[in-house]
């Protein structure tokens, strides 16, 4: 129990490499014994680094690298790193006397690197073992005192002190052991003659050899060694070198001659005749790669050579004779493979950090790339970089490892993702390269502001649209992604007539709906504006305006109003007219509105009478009351007429007033609610005269315009004229006249009655808006009327 203690006991030591340029990289060396419990300390990084121990968790303190087994790990909350795997030097650092393991410990925010090398010390758990359980030998009995036997070594797969130190052979007279150190196979022993031999006496000798390692405790194996007697040749081959030397290149073809080896015999016959061989030594079997003429001795190549598996070879041959008991002998022959560039790097990813943000500044390490080649030399030698012009670079951390790194702007919008190509280049001839593709994901930051599909948007809305309706969907659009592509709809507050826009609509902060929060009325509001503002979900939220204007619609959904001196349906107005009125006479004349626009406010004038009475007729646009005929006896003295006033909307309104029309036979008895008939001509006032004036100003303007524009449409070429009809003067059962054409009407109404007139002017090429109807009675009343479509009218009444 207390050797295992003292082998679990652990060597630490430190040192501290400084960078050239900062301490984004370092280097630390630490050193640990082989198979030591797991949780062992190794050594502490932040102490040995300086760095905050507070910090390691935030900063992602991590051990990195390139081993199949996680053999160390570190403690984010001290620093100290510790054994996490059993370590086996013989199965790590095979045939290797120095063994090291090569890590890195990665910090984050801000990214750095420091390389750890931990050095794994041999400890002695394993015993000297020999390839052979039993081995023969024989001597000739004529074998001169002091004569050396070559005897099997044996393999300790420890190194250093607990290698193979030293052998003893079990205590006999004839035969010691010549033990020598030093060369490829450490200790080599060799059976030593000391006393003569008689084989008559005895024929053969069983010695036990025993191999000891210099560890503490020491451990060790054994051998079982026959020796056999033979009486006859006398004189052992000899080599011309006790070392020879050669070199091949590592693609040798099979067959190629390395070396032509030469031992001789002084005996005579049989006795003088040499066969050469090679001698396996441990694990190594040497006619596998090579091959000798056991008569020539020339050695060729037989396997495949690869410098990078086994840079060199130590052979032993042996010349034996031919005699009755064959006497040997053996040398040593040194092989070096030369190295030609037949390995192409290697780029291995240790560590890649992705996705990285689009707003990544410069110098951010993206992953960590090591490059190794296998080759020696300059054909060892590699140089990497990244092909092709991409916001990425590669930086040498220290020898073949480097860190990719932003080099440029990133935009996921434009570019979600990149395929990085690095290639790596040795420097043999010709060079060797090879390529790893990296794919860096971008990920996204709240760098774009959601946008209208439109500057400004107009939508129209009927009048008396019930609360609730669906006025138009906002649809807005943002580049980015997820939640920074998550938008909300709000209204910005503004005040139409001291009325926030908040209390008239709502929208869904989701979809982007409009609805409405009451029903609008064209007549008391016939558009308003506000704004739309849609966010993004991003940190910071991004957000952008549209201006939306909202146009109502006329819908037909106000009567025509009667005006006064006229009340509606219900009461019944009285008109006098005298028996001798001539046909065309002036009885009365019907006002009335309408508060809607357009064909909805175009009113209609419709006269209803009993069957049979046919004395009375409307003007439909002007709503004058005239008789079409002299009274006759046969008449009636009390005529009742309903007037019906209706609009042009869809389904079309009215409205309706009776009037109850009295034929006297005295003139002086008729009465007028609308004007008070002058006695007398000469009372003809300043204001009749100054209205008489205008409405002949304007007649005469009028016609002016209308010659006019005959003449340009005269002087057009014949291909313009052909596309208007000839002018065409209409005269109307009212009393007005009409000039049109094709695209353009005039109506002119004009009226015997001076005391009054009417001009209403309708403009043509338009759509429906709203005009003023001017209506001069005296009192200079104003009444509103509509336009018509393609139609202009003046009349004067």
């Not at 053999?71 to 095979?94: S, W």
């Not at 100054?690 to 002949?696: H, M, P």
Request: net charge negative.
């Amino acid at each position: 129990m207390g050797v295992r203690q003292t082998e679990e006991y652990v060597w630490l030591y430190f040192i501290a490499l400084l960078t050239l340029c900062d301490w984004s990289t370092s280097q630390l060396l630490y050193s640990i014994s082989e198979e030591v419990n797991k949780g062992t300390v190794v050594g502490n990084i932040a102490k040995d680094l300086n760095l905050n121990v507070q910090e390691l968790e935030t900063r992602d303190l991590r051990i990195v690298s390139s081993y199949s087994k996680e053999y160390f790990g570190v403690n984010v909350q001290t620093g100290i790193l510790f054994v996490n795997e059993r370590i086996d030097r013989e199965e790590v650092c095979p045939n290797t006397i120095q063994c090291s393991l090569r890590i890195q410990a990665v910090l984050s925010n801000p990214m750095h690197v420091h390389r750890i090398e931990v050095s794994v010390l041999d400890v002695n758990d394993n015993a000297p073992e020999f390839l052979e359980k039993i081995y023969s030998l024989n001597i000739s009995e004529s074998q001169s005192l002091g004569e050396q036997y070559l005897l099997p070594i044996a393999e300790d797969r420890d190194i250093g002190s607990n290698a193979v130190k030293t052998y003893k052979l079990s205590q006999n007279e004839h035969f010691s052991l010549d033990i020598q150190s030093g060369g490829e196979d450490g200790v080599s022993v060799e059976l030593v003659l000391q006393k003569t031999l008689d084989r008559e006496k005895q024929s053969s000798y069983k010695l036990l050899l025993t191999a000891i390692d210099g560890g503490k405790p020491p451990r060790s194996g054994t051998l079982q060694l026959t020796v056999n007697i033979v009486d006859v040749n006398d004189n052992t081959p000899t080599f011309s070198k006790s070392l020879y030397k050669t070199s091949v290149k590592e693609n040798s073809s099979p067959g190629t001659l390395l070396i032509k080896l030469n031992a001789t015999d002084l005996d005579e016959g049989l006795n003088s005749k040499i066969v050469y061989s090679l001698i396996k030594r441990r694990n190594s079997d040497p006619s596998s790669i090579f091959n000798i003429n056991s008569e020539t001795g020339e050695i060729t190549v037989k396997g495949t050579l690869d410098y990078e598996d086994t840079p060199a070879y130590e052979v032993r041959v042996q010349a034996m004779d031919q005699g009755p008991v064959p006497r040997s002998t053996h040398t040593k022959l040194l092989i070096e493979v030369i190295d030609i560039n037949d390995n192409a790097p290697e780029i291995s990813v240790t560590s890649l950090m992705t996705p990285v943000k689009e707003d990544a500044e410069l110098g951010t390490i993206v992953a960590l790339i090591t490059v190794s080649d296998k080759d020696g030399g300059n054909n060892g030698l590699t140089n990497c970089k990244v092909v092709g012009s991409l916001p990425f670079k590669l930086k040498s951390n220290y020898k073949n490892d480097y860190s990719l790194v932003v080099d440029g702007p990133l935009d996921r919008e434009h570019t979600p993702f990149y395929n990085v190509t690095i290639i790596a280049t040795d420097e043999g001839s010709p060079p060797l390269s090879s390529i790893r593709i990296i794919t860096v994901h971008v990920s996204d930051v709240n760098d774009n502001a959601p946008l209208f599909t439109e500057p400004v948007i107009n939508v129209y809305v009927k009048e008396n649209s019930p609360t609730g309706s669906s006025l138009h969907r906002m649809n807005a659009f943002d580049s980015d992604l997820d939640s920074n592509a998550r938008l909300t709809y709000t209204l910005l507050d503004n005040y139409q007539r001291n009325i926030p826009v908040s209390s008239l609509l709502n929208i869904n902060s989701e979809t982007g709906d409009i609805v409405s929060l009451q029903s609008f009325n064209y007549e008391e509001t016939k558009t308003f504006q506000f704004k739309v503002q849609a966010t993004d979900s991003g940190v910071p939220p991004l957000s952008s305006n549209v201006t939306v204007n909202v146009f109502i619609l006329d819908e037909n959904d106000n009567s025509p109003t009667i005006l006064a001196p006229y009340s509606e349906h219900g009461s019944v107005n009285s008109e006098n007219i005298p028996y001798s009125a001539e046909a065309g006479y002036f009885v009365a004349k019907i006002r009335a509105v309408d508060a809607d626009s357009g064909y909805n406010a175009l009113l209609s004038y419709h006269l209803s009478e009993p069957k049979g009475n046919s004395l009375f007729r409307i003007g439909t646009s002007t709503g004058e009351i005239r008789t079409k005929r002299r009274m006759s006896d046969n008449d009636l003295k009390t005529h009742p007429l309903v007037v019906l006033v209706s609009d042009n909307g869809e389904p079309s309104l009215s409205a309706t007033v009776s009037i109850d029309v009295v034929v006297v036979e005295n003139t002086a008895d008729i009465q007028t609610q609308f004007r008070h008939v002058p006695i007398k001509e000469e009372s003809f006032s300043d204001l009749n005269l100054y209205l008489l004036i205008a409405i002949v100003s304007v007649s005469v303007i009028f016609l002016l315009s209308l010659i006019t524009l005959i003449a340009v449409k005269c002087h057009r070429t014949d291909g313009s004229f052909s596309r208007y009809s000839a002018p065409m003067i209409t005269t109307h059962p009212d009393g007005s006249w009409s000039y049109s054409k094709s695209t353009q009407q005039y109506d002119v109404c004009f009226s015997s009655d001076t005391l009054k007139s009417d001009v209403v002017v309708f403009p043509a090429p338009f759509p429906p808006v709203d005009a003023e109807l001017i209506s001069i009675n005296g009192g200079d009343t104003f009444t509103r009327t509509q336009t018509l479509p393609n139609k202009e009218k003046v009349c004067v009444l």
